[in-house]
């Protein structure tokens, strides 16, 4: 499953990390068991990102198998291999076999195989062959994300053989939702909600009141296009099947929604340029550090060709920055609002489309909003432009040249800035990837061609 | 409760469209018909978004008040509008009073007072009167997203009669997770869950199986800490109290999704200069045009003041563009990649902070993070500037200048990028307004001075 980030809601108050400190400084080790087992593990885990690795570790060690377990699930990858890689073997082992299986595998999938083999050899069988067939589903699809806890029952059992089946599992830590019905041989037959269950009579069978029309999705779907369905439909869960539709495993809604956040994340850092395709999403931040370069210096390396096509447009009119250079001083103002409003447009078309409030079919209808809207600020600003020009240099044509050139090119962004995601997105390249760098310079070029343009046919007011 | 947006993966083949459309065509009323009641309400709801408003109307009519009603639930608040005036009054009360009772407050919402009255006068008193209440609640608190369909019991009913009750309701479209135990005036005693109930005996009271130390929420606390808490300590509901700790609803694992799907709309706009203070996230891109004008203006004029701080640096060194006005034609070159790379830097620092990836202790090991990263970039392009330059323009100390200025620059700008969203966020701003339009208009400045700076010490060797 994807990892667990706490949110940036700060949850837990600061005082709580200063007396599990002063407890530490006291050498009041009870105190500081008793408080920390007490805790919720989610918040444990909120403390474990504040503090130093020392007091981690101490922390931890403190903390009973079970809790210990519930605590590392909250926490990212790195914290999990740092805390368990200090704690003895059979310690770890102990810990790590209370986890649920989906981050079980997922943690194991970080380590050498030598290390995998130490934790999955010391699990009973049964479980330990269940992990590595986790481990062997890419992370990104239906079966790298789900876990195989879950209830299934042959369609012959009755709802009260259910119940009491359910009951005898009641110390498990599946958190469960549905009951799944399945043949021998593990075929999906239908689904059962615990609230159909226990609105049935006890004699009847689940394969009488369970229902066959099941959304399912398969080991090797997409994690978005899983996660999707699942909001989409609000399940609670969904049932993972391979080619011969028997039952892998399911993936619950909390999964969804940490999937669906890594996925806006890529988003967004896809967005200013920022890569995922080398290195993992939350490993930019602390993965090695020439991963980070090579996932940001690709879209960086484009702009910069486009910015000497900037460069190029600027040195074709170079005769008339000889004749006037004060006009180079207004560049940096013209492809800077430019950039700024040309962004805006970008930014709500992107998120537009990848939240469904934009379909491709309003495409003309949203580009022709922009443009209303670059055509009001536009105006707005060429007219502010055009007077502290001119009252500042004291020339009124200079004034309405870099007023107009102000009015053109912030018309021009908003324009590029809504057509070009629609544009990219009709040929299937994500439109997330067209802003940012992508569009700034086009707008650059653009805005300063139009620019000089304007110079260059007023010249003999100027001069 | 927050709006529901379809999810961009498109889950409905063209191909379904199209039958519907065809069916249109011939007439073929009953086919129609049959389709779209076999449908899931939000995929009909994702052909909705997709087609003209004459054929949603026309398509809107055919469906039963059920479906309707379902179907409505998953629109936008423009589209649920539309779509109930064009249905006649007594139909449109009809739908309406099969909507769960937060989306039916929010749809009234909009309506005049006077509408309002007319559907709430349709409706049982207690029901209507609980919409008047949902209606009090301002939009953005746990209030405003709760819903009043919940199972509450008293503490002295036994796990027997509670099933018994839960079985009679079975019939009502409330989904349920928990079960809430409260007194006679309605305070919050305590929960159980739905699996509780079932592995309990049956002549056990429920007072003696509730978790009595309940996470809850208040009427008033705000929509994100409420979709935070939830999705931080896995719950599938959370219940409301009021201060008299009385239940007044629940907010659903959904809401929460919604919530913060809504939050991250708002980071991401606020991160292009966009705010959503005068406007709904949801409006911009359908509501008034001025409102989207007002939305986007003011950081722009933020920008622009800061614009004209770096044409103000750009004149105090005119006599250099003066004697060498080729140095000009580089400036959207520094710029511009100053700008991506810092824009970068921030959109990771912003977006960890949020995610709470990035804590505010790790600030400078962040901060030294992004500059290393700078550097090494800065380097390679600045070295790759200089040669292009030099082989350009034949002039190698230019492109000595231009090449140090780069990677002077860029570094900068890791800096710039990285640090500031910490300080902000150190003085309480929330740094999502800190990227794009701000830093990049401080990279630009910087990166000016520090370019015509280079330029004037190594004036000599260029002229």
Redesign the interface.
């Known amino acids: 499953m994807p990892d667990r ?5 700060k ?1 837990v108050e600061d005082q709580t990390i200063e007396r599990l400190k002063r407890h530490v400084e006291l050498e009041n080790e009870a105190a500081l068991v008793s408080d920390l087992n007490n805790m ?1 593990s ?1 918040d444990i885990a ?1 403390v474990f ?2 503090i130093t690795p020392e007091e981690r570790e101490s922390y931890f060690k403190l903390l009973d198998p079970e809790k210990a377990a519930d605590v590392l699930e909250e926490l ?1 990858p790195q914290l999990q291999v740092e805390l368990l890689s200090t704690t003895d073997e059979d310690e770890a082992t102990r810990i790590v076999s209370k986890m649920p299986h989906d981050l079980m595998a997922d943690f194991l999938g970080d380590l050498t195989d030598e290390e995998i083999n130490n934790y999955l050899n010391k699990l009973p069988q049964r479980v330990s062959s269940q992990i590595r067939e986790l481990m062997t589903y890419p992370e990104d699809t239906a079966g790298g994300i789900m876990t195989t806890e879950y209830f299934s029952v042959g369609e012959d059992m009755t709802v009260e053989q259910t ?1 009491s089946y ?2 005898s599992k ?1 110390d498990s830590n599946i958190d ?2 549905y009951i799944y019905v399945v043949d021998k041989l593990n075929h999906l037959l239908g689904v059962l909600s ?2 159909t ?3 049935s009579p006890l004699d009847m069978k689940v394969g009488n009141i369970m229902t066959t029309d099941v959304f399912k999705v398969h080991t090797l779907d997409d994690q ?2 899983v996660a ?2 699942l ?4 399940f ?1 869960a969904l049932p993972v099947v391979d080619n011969f539709n028997r039952i892998k495993g399911i993936v619950t ?2 999964d ?2 940490y999937v ?2 890594e996925e ?2 890529e988003e ?2 896809a ?4 890569s995922t395709d080398v290195i993992d999403e ?1 490993e ?2 602390s993965g090695k ?2 991963l ?2 090579r996932a ?2 690709p ?2 390396l484009i ?2 060709v ?3 096509g ?2 190029h447009v ?2 074709y009119f ?1 005769n008339i ?2 004749r006037l ?2 006009i ?6 013209l ?3 430019g ?3 040309g ?2 447009s ?3 078309m992107v ?9 491709m ?1 309003s495409a003309i209808k ?1 580009v022709l ?1 922009e443009i ?2 670059g055509i ?2 536009g105006l ?2 060429g007219l ?2 055009m007077l ?1 020009t001119w009252g500042w240099k004291d020339n009124i044509s200079l004034g309405i040249v870099v007023g107009s050139a102000m009015t053109a090119n912030m018309t021009l962004a908003t324009l590029l800035g809504a057509a070009l995601p629609f544009i990219l997105k009709r040929f299937n390249v994500d439109p997330a990837v067209a802003s ?2 992508f569009i ?2 086009a707008i ?1 070029i653009v805005g ?1 061609a139009v620019y000089f343009l304007l110079v260059s046919v007023s010249l003999k007011f100027l001069v």
């Open positions: 980030l706490p949110r940036a809601t949850m919720h989610a909120e990102e504040c990212n119940i359910v009951r009641s469960f939702y615990l609230r269950l226990i609105s978005e296009y999707d369905s909001i989409k439909y609000g609670l809604w909390d969804a929604h669906s956040e806006t994340t967004i850092y967005s200013s340029g920022i939350d930019i931040l550090i020439m980070s370069v940001r210096a879209w960086l702009t910069l486009g910015a000497f900037a460069v600027a040195d170079e920055l000889d250079p004060v180079a001083i207004f560049i940096p103002l492809i800077g609002l950039g700024n409003i962004t805006q970008v930014t709500l998120r537009g489309l990848s939240t469904g409030q934009i379909v079919n949203q909003r209303r809207v009001i600020i707005a600003f502010l432009v502290v940012g760098p700034a310079t650059d300063l």
